[in-house]
């Protein structure tokens, strides 16, 4: 028998995070440790140690415009997966050969943002140990290794948005691929997010399941018993009313066409029923798990008009 609908967002916030597992508490102090600071082109780069669940530090990368300080909006940058395992939050500063040549970290201060990204479990500063390892670990301990994940990115909001230089009342997320994912998630639970922007991700589950593509992802994708309870529109719909761009290739095996239409369609009618049809948009586009010109320029232009 499936479980009744939440009969509110609140509610369904709080059943979504029920589902990731035993966590940390959620009002635990968070503390940080700066380790550098070195001016780049435009650009100041910080890297800092976060302290965020208890079990592990969190390497970071901070970016934000060169030149005197102000608040200013804030985006929470959340790396892929494509099995960089070293590469981590470095994504911001590197860039990755999917994403467009010039790195985030670049792009997103010269519009005037802050930019925080995390190495999530497992990569960059915390590839101790593998992914399938560390998920294994994880379920015998009673934890699910996406919602440590999820929980380490809700709290790195939080520090983000303690920073004076920081807008709190204009954070965004914006993510490719698994950062895709993260950023739906972290939108969807955290109402300070404003925008939100999400690269080659946006998987319908049930139509993947049915078109046999579970192997396509990772396995920090998945979640128990996340299909009695949520489908992804569902998720999404608990951004709403606030703005979401989701970008997708129609040859991306991660995100099937079909489910796009799904999700796209009930989407539509969430924002709609919320009074702000506007603020939902998926652009699809002709081509594989890339980031093309045009999402990138979509994609900045989508954060400059609602944060």
């Known amino acids: 028998m499936q479980p009744a609908p939440p009969s509110s967002p609140e509610e369904a916030r709080a059943r979504l995070w029920s589902l990731l597992g035993e966590l940390p508490p959620r009002d635990r102090p968070v503390s940080a440790t700066q380790r550098a600071e070195e001016e780049r082109d435009g650009y100041v780069l910080e890297t800092w140690e976060l302290e965020?669940?208890?079990?592990?530090?969190?390497?970071?990368?901070?970016?934000?415009?060169?030149?005197?300080?102000?608040?200013?909006?804030?985006?929470?940058?959340?790396?892929?997966?494509?099995?960089?395992?070293?590469?981590?939050?470095?994504?911001?500063?590197?860039?990755?050969?999917?994403?467009?040549?010039?790195?985030?970290?670049?792009?997103?201060?010269?519009?005037?943002?802050?930019?925080?990204?995390?190495?999530?479990?497992?990569?960059g500063g915390r590839a101790h140990a593998s992914e399938l390892e560390t998920f294994k670990a994880m379920l015998w301990d009673g934890r699910v290794l996406w919602g440590m994940m999820v929980y380490d990115s809700v709290r790195a909001l939080d520090w983000l948005a303690a920073r004076r230089d920081v807008d709190a009342a204009r954070l965004g997320a914006l993510g490719m691929s698994m950062g895709s994912t993260m950023s739906q998630w972290v939108a969807a639970l955290d109402a300070r997010v404003k925008a939100t922007v999400d690269l080659c991700c946006l998987t319908e589950w049930h139509t993947l399941l049915r078109e046999?593509?579970?192997?396509?992802?990772?396995?920090?994708?998945?979640?128990?018993?996340?299909?009695r309870h949520f489908t992804t529109a569902g998720?999404?719909?608990?951004?709403?009313?606030?703005?979401?761009?989701?970008?997708?290739?129609?040859?991306?095996?991660?995100?099937?066409?079909?489910?796009?239409?799904?999700?796209?369609?009930?989407?539509?009618?969430?924002?709609?029923?919320?009074?702000?049809?506007?603020?939902?948009?998926?652009?699809?586009?002709?081509?594989?798990?890339?980031?093309?010109?045009?999402?990138?320029?979509?994609?900045?232009?989508?954060?400059?008009?609602?944060?």
């Open 52 to 123: 965020l669940n208890g079990l592990e530090p969190v390497p970071a990368f901070a970016a934000r415009p060169a030149g005197p300080p102000r608040r200013r909006p804030a985006i929470l940058f959340s790396h892929s997966h494509g099995g960089g395992y070293d590469v981590g939050a470095r994504e911001l500063v590197e860039g990755r050969s999917y994403l467009q040549p010039e790195p985030y970290a670049r792009a997103l201060t010269r519009e005037g943002w802050i930019v925080l990204a995390i190495d999530h479990w497992c990569f």
């Open 212 to 227: 046999g593509g579970l192997g396509g992802h990772g396995i920090y994708y998945y979640v128990p018993a996340l299909l």
């Open 235 to 307: 998720l999404n719909a608990l951004v709403a009313p606030r703005a979401h761009l989701a970008v997708a290739g129609l040859h991306d095996p991660l995100t099937p066409p079909a489910g796009l239409a799904i999700v796209d369609r009930e989407l539509r009618a969430a924002y709609a029923a919320a009074g702000h049809p506007e603020r939902w948009r998926l652009l699809t586009q002709d081509v594989g798990h890339e980031e093309t010109a045009e999402a990138r320029q979509e994609a900045l232009a989508f954060l400059r008009t609602w944060l």
